[in-house]
């Protein structure tokens, strides 16, 4: 069968992202990527927390589901350990993963649940008009887009985090960082985190035109790597982490190593049947067999 074009990937939903939203060019990518790689609707599933970025399942042709505020990852690793051979895809925002879903972006990584994991990183609350983010700038120019809002009347006297040096540290083993406004790259960065196999992270940085315009700002700090980095290296990943005056765009970090799914699959191969006819798989099916 011809692959399907990233059109067929579409829904009748249109999205209701603002014009010049950064997350129009996210959604684009995905779609490109998924026609690039054949993927199939019927075995994708696309999963998803609140804000502005999380409205993204219902645009794509998949399963989705939509979760509670910050469940996004606990969500979808049920999912694939319930079904490994389905694509799952995990979106959301800066303040959906790193502030209430903090908590769950560490586990995931460490445990390497075969998953992708897409970060659209505007550094602010777009959805609530406007609040600070884990990821907005300060005062004193750390990071970026600061201005005054509804929560930081005063000015937003907090660093912002790292979220690659936090996934690093972390054990993510696919972390990498793309650009709304370099859709084809982003793309390319898509198709490369869902052929790894094990927990890939990538932070979109995708700007937010109505309360936080980062767009002249990106533009002045953006450095594709291509091809002048070795990704396997750790101590260079973190370095190009922790390079906060230079946004660089690619694959910054990546390691193979067995997945969840792997471990999970082998201790179940182990402990099914032990080969001796006194395993679970042996004894269950002569409880059953009782009531025949």
């Known amino acids: 069968m011809p692959l399907l074009q990233p059109k067929e990937y579409k829904t009748d939903t ?3 992202w603002c014009p010049g939203c950064g997350d129009f060019a996210v959604l684009a990518a995905l779609y490109q990527a998924f026609s690039a790689l054949d993927v199939d609707p019927n ?5 998803s927390g ?8 219902v645009f794509v042709k998949s399963y989705g589901f939509h979760t509670v505020h910050g469940r996004t990852l606990p969500v979808a690793t049920g999912i694939k350990l319930a079904n490994p051979n389905l694509t799952v895809m995990a979106m959301g925002g800066d303040g959906d993963g790193f ?4 908590g769950h972006v560490p586990h995931a990584a460490r445990r390497n649940v075969d998953i992708t994991y897409v970060v659209m990183d505007n550094f602010i609350y777009g959805l609530t008009k406007g609040q600070t983010s884990p990821t907005t700038g300060t005062k004193d120019g750390v990071g970026h887009g600061f201005k005054l809002t509804t929560t930081s009347p005063y000015g937003q006297y907090e660093d912002p985090i790292n979220p690659l040096a936090m996934l690093l540290v972390y054990g993510a083993s696919f ?5 709304s406004a370099k859709p084809k790259q982003l793309a390319e960065l898509y198709k490369a985190a869902m052929q790894h196999k094990g927990f890939s992270f990538i932070q979109v ?16 700090a953006i450095l594709p790597l291509e091809g002048k980095h070795d990704p396997t290296d ?18 910054i970090y990546q390691q193979e190593r067995p997945t969840l799914e792997d471990r999970v699959g082998g201790i179940v191969a182990q402990n099914y049947t032990n080969g001796t006819g006194n395993g679970p798989k042996d004894k269950l099916k002569g409880l059953l067999a009782k009531y025949r």
């Open 14 to 16: 249109k999205p209701i």
């Open 99 to 102: 502030a209430i879903g903090g």
């Open 43 to 47: 075995n994708t599933a696309i999963v």
């Open 234 to 251: 750790f101590n260079a990943a973190m370095a190009l982490a922790l390079d906060t005056q230079t946004e660089h765009l690619g694959i």
């Open 175 to 179: 972390v990498a960082r793309g650009y």
């Open 50 to 57: 609140i804000g502005c970025s999380s409205r993204l399942p």
């Open 205 to 220: 940085l995708s700007p937010c035109v109505v309360f936080n315009r980062t767009y002249d700002e990106l533009d002045a």
